[in-house]
């Protein structure tokens, strides 16, 4: 993959760009005004700059950037308006300083000499300009500037700036205050240590009138995952972005080194010259402070001074005067409760990595003893992290291997299943370096991996746990132990449809065979119901006598609760009533709510926001994902049990036409890194919502959906709606090849015919095919599916009546779209309305119903303007346009598009005659015959005369228009 060594995009900067841009609209009112942007170095302050001069530029303001030199106090002086007055000589010339050259000299050498060359020896020595003089005049020339056009002065790293810099930006900020320029500075806040001359000079600068600051901090998490998608020209794995996010903590600078560094998903060491940048300032610090940050680096990012202070072993005078010599230097930061943090993240990273091996364990054991016998002396809840990482760090294998179980357990305890999964998968590890493992943890090999696949399962690591499952299976003896045999079997089965492998139907049957056989038990029954829950899918009827037999061994044991996501499954799939499922579903929600079963319960939320969708209640769908997504995040199972609960909340706010809601909805669920095909619905939802908005990035998002179509297996009402995408896509790129092609791929799917909800929107997207491309034999089709097809709810009732109409011909169609918008009215999607209105529009415009058009042209676009839908809108515009109505927005009917000459060229065309044929019945030359043709093609929007013909005709544009009403 090639990476781009920077970032060609701006990132999260909207509100200091929005800052910048209104200091200089006050500027070119004639207020002087100054802005003082600081940040840490690398967080972008340049970046923004480029942006804002370049925009700045283009609107007819003159920009001049100076530098300031890292030379110190003793400098080369006035540095930065040197830099920008040499841009103004060269531009403008030696005249530009009227006269002043000479004075000036001391600025630009150059000058000096230009002068003595043209006018000879001067009795006054050039550098003998009283100061003050010379910030006369270049305040002067800076005015002389702004008259001609508004200024933009930016002074660079004024951290930098020498004394004679700093009286001369003052002085023009203070005293001068030119009209219409606008000075800009840039500083860094991790240079300002205590007694640098800058801090004192910026609280002075504070005081003066127009003056304002703009703090840039660092970027939030999608804006590091903006910069690696840029530089990467791909969107980065979400683990990637997580890494590099949380090393870089945000720092434009560090994540562009990181991702250059190789591998895009982070690399595991800093590179060299990152590395050596950032040791730079630390090997300036005494020898005492850069041994104690040593000892802080092996404690992690953030550190109390407590904790600190056990393991240096250091007098408390002597660790408080390395620690301030930290903070002054602006490498660490103190917080109020008296901890402290490394500034940077990889200041530590790179720190620690400079350590010695012995002294690298020595610390980690130290730290871990520490925290072991004073658990207070780390953060509530994390000693048993600490711990577990602190002794594998310092490589005592037993006691990490232990420490690793014993965090294991608190983060399940905490919900934190993604953590309970890593801690595991070490403990597994190091469990062939310790000889007595077994005794240790008190379980044998094949527990501790079971433990780790279900902590996998529930944090949704599905292929991790897919290994695991492999793993487990060569190790257990199904004749010894058939339930555990047969438990691993079913998870595996239901994994290998997670990830699109295969349905596991084999594994499942197999799964059976062995539980059946085992012992009967409350571990039984268990398994039999969850075994019950997976065959749904595949297998109904076997699903039903699985359950069946599960309740059997249940009411036995009295183990209701452990058959609730069985029975909640087997209510949500196959034929059934869905109002009085949803009721049923709600009994079956409180059984779980009354049992503490919070699993059973975001799985009821999960299938009710499912069917509440369905049966056309869009705001209560919408109410109880949000629900289910609170419980699913409160006990960490958003990415396993409730992983379809955010792209159920954005299926339904698309119902209901609150679009950017539904967007943000999405952007949270690809945050959250779904595993297997539980990511596809969001990303078929997003993918649907950037069609429609014709977004930018629509190509990727929409291969990325697509690209699932590829696996071995998807679950059909998975795979219906790729379909349907497949068309939609190829239908907005106008390919009608490619439109036709995923049409028949869509009617030959034997699912079809079985899942009218997912079976509906496909036919309708085949029925717009057909008609686009006037392909029969696609129609046809379209209507024999159609006529088997149940329609029971809203939604399935819209899509029965738009494929009726999409296939009607002639008189038929106008009744046959009025019929349609009334369904869709009655469902209640703006979306599909705004599309069936359209169609409508241009059914009345063939029927000559012109204010009907006019009316659905009219609504149509206030849908699409409301929805953010840029082609809708589009279209609603050239059909105005086609028909002679004026654009919507400028109020009434117009004009005829088509003049009644060219409605004469037009029938002619359509009858299929020449140029030189039109000019011999029109009795004009062939030459305005073609320029006739020209104009109506440009003014229908099509291009070619046949395209115009077959317009003509189903616009109704041939026959006689009435006069406008």
């Known amino acids: 993959m090639t990476v781009r060594t920077a970032s060609s995009v701006l990132v999260g900067r909207h509100r200091e760009l929005a800052a910048l841009r209104d200091a200089l609209g006050r500027a070119r009112a004639g207020e002087p005004t100054t802005v003082l942007v600081g940040g840490e170095a690398g967080v972008g302050k340049t970046r923004l700059l480029e942006e804002f001069g370049s925009g700045a530029g283009d609107g007819g303001v003159r920009v ?8 110190g106090e003793a400098g080369l002086p006035f540095a930065p308006f040197a830099a920008a007055l040499r841009s103004v000589l060269r531009a403008d010339g030696p005249e530009v300083f009227a006269g002043y050259e000479a004075e000036f000299a001391p600025l630009l050498p150059e000058l000096g000499r230009a002068s003595a060359a043209l006018t000879g020896p001067r009795a006054v020595p050039l550098g003998d300009a009283p100061r003050g003089y010379l910030f006369d005049l270049v305040a002067e020339l800076f005015q002389r500037l702004a008259d001609a056009c508004p200024l933009v002065l930016i002074i660079e790293d004024l951290h930098w700036a020498d004394r004679s810099t700093r009286d001369l930006i003052g002085f023009l900020v203070r005293a001068a205050r030119p009209g219409r320029l606008l000075l800009v500075c840039t500083y860094r806040t991790d240079e300002l240590q205590r007694g640098h001359p800058l801090r004192p000079y910026l609280a002075e600068l504070d005081r003066a009138r127009g003056v304002e600051r703009v703090d840039l901090g660092r970027l939030d998490r999608d804006g590091t995952a903006a910069i690696l998608a840029d530089l990467l020209g791909a969107e980065p794995h979400t683990r990637a972005v997580d890494d590099v996010h949380d090393r870089t903590q945000g720092n434009p600078f560090f994540i562009e080194e990181l991702a250059v560094a190789g591998d895009p998903v982070g690399c595991a060491a800093l590179p060299e010259t990152l590395r050596d940048l950032l040791l730079a300032r630390v090997e300036r610090l005494p020898e005492p402070a850069q041994r104690v940050l040593r000892i802080a680096a092996a404690g ?12 240096a072993e250091l007098p408390e005078i002597e660790l408080e005067e390395a620690l301030r010599t930290a903070v002054a230097a602006q490498l660490v930061v103190a917080d109020r409760d008296g901890d402290y943090e490394f500034r940077h993240a990889l200041v530590r990273e790179a720190v620690h990595d400079e350590l010695l091996p012995g002294e690298h364990a020595r610390l980690h054991a130290r730290f871990a003893a520490a925290i072991e016998a004073q658990p207070h002396l780390v953060a509530a809840g994390r000693a ?13 294998h037993p006691r990490a291997l232990v420490a690793a179980k014993v965090a294991a ?9 993604a953590e309970q999964r890593r801690l595991l998968e070490r403990a597994l590890e190091l469990w062939e370096l310790v000889p007595d493992a077994a005794d240790l943890l008190g379980m044998d090999h094949l527990a501790l991996l079971e433990q780790t696949l279900d902590a996998a399962v529930t944090a949704g690591d599905f292929s991790r746990a897919m290994t695991l499952t492999r793993a487990g299976l060569a190790e257990v003896d199904a004749d010894a132990a058939p339930l555990r045999a047969a438990r691993l079997l079913d998870q595996r089965g239901r994994l290998m449809a997670l990830l699109g492998k295969s349905d596991g139907g084999r594994e499942l049957d197999e799964a059976y065979r062995l539980a059946a056989g085992g012992p009967r038990g409350a571990e039984r029954a268990r398994l039999l119901a969850e075994i019950a829950a997976h065959l749904v899918k595949i297998d109904p009827q076997k699903a039903a006598r699985v359950a069946a037999e599960a309740a059997d061994d249940g009411e036995a044991l ?6 609730l996501s069985t029975r909640i499954a087997l209510l949500c799939h196959g034929e059934r009533d869905l109002t009085g499922g949803l009721a049923e579903l709600g009994r079956a929600a409180a059984a779980a709510r009354a049992a503490g079963d919070v699993p059973a319960l975001v799985l009821a939320l999960v299938f009710e926001s499912d069917m509440l969708c369905e049966l056309g209640r869009y705001a209560e769908s919408a109410q109880a994902a949000e629900a289910g997504v609170t419980e699913a995040r409160r006990v960490g199972i958003s990415r396993s049990t409730g992983a379809y609960l955010l792209s159920n909340r954005a299926e339904a706010l698309i119902a209901l036409g609150r679009w950017d809601e539904a967007e943000a909805v999405c952007a949270e669920a690809a945050r959250i890194d779904l595993s297997g095909v539980t990511a596809l619905h969001w990303l078929q939802l997003s993918a649907g919502l950037r069609l429609a908005r014709a977004h930018p990035g629509t190509d990727e998002v929409v291969d990325r959906a697509l690209a699932f179509l590829n696996r071995p297996y998807l679950w059909p009402n998975h795979r219906l709606p790729l379909h349907e995408l497949a068309i939609e896509a190829a239908l907005a790129a106008d390919d009608k090849v490619e439109a036709v092609r995923a049409a028949g791929v869509a009617v030959a799917d034997e699912s079809l015919p079985q899942l009218p909800r997912e079976g509906w929107p496909v036919l309708s997207a085949v029925a717009r095919t057909a008609a686009r491309v006037g392909d029969r034999d696609l129609s046809g089709a379209v209507g024999a599916l159609a006529a088997d097809l149940p329609a029971r709810h809203p939604a399935a009732r819209a899509h029965a009546a738009q494929v009726t109409a999409l296939l009607a011909v002639g008189d038929r169609a106008l009744p046959a779209w009025r019929t349609a918008v009334d369904a869709w009215r009655a469902d209640g999607q703006p979306y599909p309305l705004g599309r069936a209105l359209l169609a409508l529009a241009e059914a009345a415009a063939a029927a000559g119903e012109r204010d009907e058009t006019a009316a659905a042209v009219t609504e149509t676009t206030e849908i699409g303007r409301r929805l953010g839908a840029v082609p809708l809108v589009e279209a609603a515009a050239t059909l105005a346009r086609r028909v002679g109505l004026r654009t919507p927005g400028q109020g009434g009917v117009g004009a005829d598009l ?26 004009i030359s062939p030459k305005t015959a073609s320029v006739h043709v020209s104009r109506i093609i440009a003014k229908l929007d099509v291009t070619n005369r046949g395209e115009a013909a077959a317009l003509a005709h189903r616009l109704g544009l041939l026959t006689e228009t009435a006069a406008p009403r």
């Open 64 to 71: 001049l950037v100076g530098q300031c030199l890292e030379l």
């Open 898 to 923: 088509l003049t009644a000459r060219e409605r004469e060229v037009l029938r002619l065309v359509a009858e299929g005659h020449s140029n030189s044929r039109i000019a011999e019945r029109l009795f």
């Open 300 to 311: 992690g990012t953030r550190f109390a001074h407590d904790l600190l202070a056990e393991v």
């Open 558 to 563: 009295g183990e209701h609760s452990a058959l």
């Open 409 to 417: 357990c608190a983060a399940a305890e905490r919900y934190a299943y």
């Open 384 to 396: 048993p992290a600490e711990i577990a990482h602190h002794w594998h760090a310092a490589h005592d």
